[in-house]
Structures are given as C-alpha cells and as structure tokens.
C-alpha cells in the first residue's frame, strides 16, 4: 500500500469503519457514536494494524467543530444567549469551579503537585460541545429553551478555558516554583488576561457591528446569483474562514469563532437554508470528530489504572452532574430541566485534550494524567446517550420516592400563573402564543397593533419578568404542560399560536388545547416538512420559515380572531 496520500488513506479508513462500526451499534440498539469511537480505537496508534495520520484526523475534527457550531450559531441570535445568562453565566462559573476542586482535590491524594492537580481538575470541568450539540439535536432540543440554556452554558465555559489557555503559559512559571518566577509572572499574567479580554472583546463587537450587515448582504448577493453550489459555498467558507480569522487575529478558539459567524449569518432571511445546505458536511465531519477522539484514546490505561480511571469517571459524570443539577435547582427551575442540564455536562470533550496536551507541553501534568483525561472522555463520551435516556425515568422515581423532588417540582412561582390584577380582557377571547423569540416577538407586535389580547406562555423565566414588568400578560412553563395551558385560561381563548419552531410536544400541546377547547384554533410555526404534514392532520395551520413566516402567522392569526369575534 502506498502511503503518498495520509489524507486520502485517512478519511477512506475514518468515514468506513464509522459507517461499518456505526451501523452494529444502532443494530445493537447502541448510540451510533459508540461506533465511530471504537472505529478510531481500531485505526490509532495503540492497537495493531493500519494506523492513520492522527494529525490530520485531528484537523479534520476541527472543520467539523467548526461546521456544528457555525450551524447552532444559524439557529441561535444574541437575544436567545442574554435571555439565559442569569443561569448560564454564573451556572457554568461555579460548576467550572466545583469540578476542578473534585478533579484536583484527587490528584492532590494521587500525590501529583498543585500545577498538575488546577490542570486536571480544569480538564474534566468543561464538556464537549460537540457531544452535546449531537445529543439535543437527536432528542429534538436544540431549539428548545432547555437547548438554549445548555448551549448558553458551554458557551461560558469555551469563554472560560480561552483564558485558561492564555494564562497558564505564565502562571506555569509560578506553580513549578522556578528562580525568579514569582516576581515576574504577576504583571505577566495581568497583562496576558489584559490583552485576552481586549481581543475577545474586540472580535465580538466586530461581529456585532460590522459582521450583523456585511454577511447577511455577502449571502444575499449570492442567492441572487441562483447557484445553489455557489450559496453551499459561501456558507461554508464562511463557516470555516471566520473561524480561522478569529482564532489568528483574535486569539478566539475555532469553535466560538465558528459560532459568532453563525449568529450574525442568522440574520439573514436566508438561515434556515443555510443551515439545511450546511447538514450534510456538519455530520460527515461530526463523524470524523468521534473518529480522532477513538484514535487517541490507550485501551491499556484502563488495565493499568482500573481504579483512577473509574474515579475520572465518577468525577465526570456524577461529580459535575450533582454540581450542574443543584445550581439550576437552585434558580428555581423544574427538576426535569436540571436533570437535562445535568446529563448535557456529564462528558468532556475537545478542550479537555488542548488544555491536557498544554500542560504535558508545559512540564505541570504528568503523561499519565493526559491518558486518564482521554479515557475519562471516552467513556463519558459513548454513555452520554444513556444518562439522556434516563432522565424521564429517573424524574418519575425521584417523584416518587423522594418527598425533596416533589417539593421542587411542586413549589409555587409567582410567575407560573396570572397575577390577580390581570385584566379580563386578557382571559377570555384572547390568543395564548406560545414561544416569545423572534417569530414570537413579531407576531406579538402585529397582534398589539391590531389590539388583539394575548397571553405569553414561555419557558424562559426572566423573559416572563421582563414581559411582566412590560405590562404584557405571561405565564412561565412549559405549554406542554396542562397546567400552564390553564394559567394561560386556554379553555376561553380564540386561537392558540405555538411560535416555537419544532417542539417536541406539540402534537400533545395541541391535543390538550383541543380536549380543554375544543373550538380553538390552532396556528402553529415549524421548520419540518414532515412535522408540517402531521400537524395538518391535526387540523392545525402550519407556517414553514422565519423571518416572513412572522408577518404571514401573525396576520392568519388577526383575521381567525376576527372571525370567531363577528361568529
């Protein structure tokens, strides 16, 4: 066999014995990516046989952690991150600082020093987005307010781990305890988290500012040339090119770069194509990401070192887990939104291996503590999917057996219901929308105009405030949920409007609109055909898109309460 072409050799042996080892997992009823780790397994350097360019398998898992999080950005706009920071900024802070006192505080009995005890601690604190972009999007979370606040979260945590990266290099100085360190590295490390907060701050205006108009118009120009290739084209190369730009001149990992680029992309009427034109090469590379994860990963550390591997685990999937699901019960939130939160942060992933790789580099962690990195994060990595498939029946024990949970899922919140002073012009013939995002907010708009009463029914609880302090009429929760679809006095409205594009539950939301009323109309927004077809056979009007979606729905909406008013 000629060897004159690793790349070639490389993604021939990767994408076919993903495909072969993929397909006997779902056979098996495993996660697929269970399949793609053991194909990298077979094809790494510490199992005989063919053994593939590792270097490259990792750059090719780059442009994939580059594509998935340019795709999430399509799906995401600032709004939807702001609307979760008061959980996903000081949630991801203390989980950070939590997992790596466990992480450490083992290291520390290990006997390992306190550089090589912060290193590892910080590796097993941050998740892998890619293991967790992949998990909601096959449980159909992505677009959900739960998807928001786990995206929102890694989002801190990636912002978080760039500075790590940046200061380590000086405070390496101090925690090996060189000559001369301790009066030097203090004004370094300042200066070095200086510049880090200058740039990142710097790329994200740019892209606020100047990327918010300058891609939506790129993609637009190119729409109007009606090349489909040359729209997948300028899609992906600027996916990939801001990506790269962000990272050489800003300092910017590839991943948050890849995002920025995919929330200003957002604001073109063009996204939902984008992001569909886009899937193809996203899941191909997705798939490569695993391979080279599978390809680092020693099988003898777990001979070696049954008992530290299992504490890694432990760490990664219980220690952060309790940490993530005490702090949004703490916040308030339901007991079934902490557990998704909780199995969304239960694996590390991409910048567990670069800050394991820098501090081997580095002289601060040992080799064996990288090894026990990568096994922790393949192990997390391919039972993800189990501790998903938990949660509904783990939220019925715990409901169950435990008299604490059924307090939490109890507890009253004065933003689950209407306040008293609600006016009734707002509790009978009125429109219950569901979802207040963009579609939602637009749709809003036109109703108010038209002097149409509504009740907001939506997941995100500052939203509510904020709407609340607005003087518009809103309850919190989910409108899958009975009772919130009653607080919303959906038993007297007009017309039920769901804005949320692809909820899970919306065949079972419209079903207990209709037994609660069973004249009701119902006007539902989705970006699947195939969902649009079901809903039709629901005798719900489907809208499919975004931005003109908006106007269309909210119009379909004025005239059905028209209507019913002159009926």
């Known amino acids: 066999m000629t060897h004159g072409a690793p790349l070639i050799h490389t993604i021939a042996a990767a994408l076919g014995l993903a495909l072969i080892f993929g397909f006997v997992a779902a056979r098996l009823r495993l996660p697929a990516l269970v399949g793609y780790l053991l194909a990298g397994v077979i094809i790494g350097p510490f199992t005989p046989g063919f053994v593939a360019d590792a270097h490259i398998a990792a750059q090719l898992a780059e442009i994939g952690v580059m594509l998935l999080m340019f795709g999430v950005g399509l799906h995401f706009s600032l709004d939807d991150l702001l609307a979760v ?10 989980q950070i600082a939590a997992a790596t006192l466990m992480g450490g505080f083992m290291a520390s009995a290990w006997g390992w020093s306190i550089g090589a005890s912060l290193v590892f601690g910080l590796a097993l604190s941050v998740a892998s987005t ?118 050489a001149l800003f300092g910017v990992s590839f991943a948050l770069g890849a995002f920025f680029a995919g929330m200003v992309m957002r604001e073109s009427e063009f996204s939902h194509r984008a992001a569909q034109e886009s899937l193809p090469l996203r899941d191909a590379f997705a798939v490569l990401f695993f391979v080279s994860v599978g390809m680092l990963f020693d099988p003898w550390v777990i001979i070696e070192r049954p008992w530290q591997v299992l504490a890694v685990v432990l760490v990664i999937v219980v220690g952060k887990s309790l940490a993530a699901a005490t702090l949004v019960l703490l916040f308030r939130y339901p007991l079934g939104l902490a557990l998704t939160v909780s199995a969304s942060l239960a694996q590390i992933g991409e910048f567990s291996f670069i800050l394991a790789g820098l501090g081997v580099s580095l002289g601060l962690l040992p080799g064996a503590g990288r090894d ?27 409901l169950r057996h435990s008299s604490l949970a059924r307090d939490f899922e109890a507890r009253v919140d004065p933003m689950a219901e209407l306040p008293m002073t609600t006016d009734a012009r707002f509790l009978s013939r009125q429109v219950v929308l569901v979802g207040y995002g963009r579609v939602g907010r637009r749709i809003a708009a036109v109703l108010a105009q038209s002097d149409v009463p509504f009740v907001v029914a939506e997941r995100n609880r500052e939203l509510v405030e904020r709407l609340r302090e607005e003087g518009k009429a809103a309850v919190w929760g989910d409108a899958a949920d009975p009772v919130v679809l009653v607080q919303a006095h959906i038993a007297r409205a007009r017309v039920l409007a769901i804005a949320v594009a692809d909820a899970i539950d919306v065949h079972h939301m419209v079903a207990t609109a209709r037994a609660l009323n069973p004249s009701i109309e119902v006007v539902v927004r989705s970006h699947s055909e195939e969902q649009a077809r079901l809903l039709t056979q629901d005798e719900a009007t489907v809208f499919l898109g975004e931005h003109e979606l908006a106007q269309a729905m909210a119009r379909d909406v004025v005239r059905r309460t028209s209507a019913v008013a002159h009926a």
Request: with cysteine; charged share 10%.
């Open 130 to 247: 890619v293991v967790l972009l992949r998990a909601l999007d096959s449980l159909g979370l992505l677009d959900t307010y739960v998807g928001r606040i786990a995206v929102g979260w890694l989002v801190v945590e990636d912002l978080a781990m760039v500075l790590v990266l940046v200061l380590l290099p000086p405070l390496a100085e101090i925690l090996l305890d060189r000559p001369g360190a301790a009066g030097g590295a203090g004004p370094e490390v300042w200066r070095a988290l200086g510049m880090t907060l200058l740039q990142v701050g710097a790329f994200v205006a740019l892209m606020l500012v100047v990327g918010r108009r300058l891609f939506p118009w790129l993609l637009w120009q190119v729409t109007r040339t009606g090349s489909r290739e040359l729209f997948t084209l300028c899609v992906v190369a600027a996916g990939v090119s801001i990506a790269f730009a962000s990272a």
């Open 372 to 398: 026990l990195i990568l096994a922790g994060a393949l192990i997390s990595i391919a039972t993800n999917p189990l501790w998903f498939a938990m949660i509904a029946p783990l939220q019925r024990w715990l």
């Open 85 to 94: 920071r008061k959980i996903a900024v000081p949630g991801a802070l203390v």
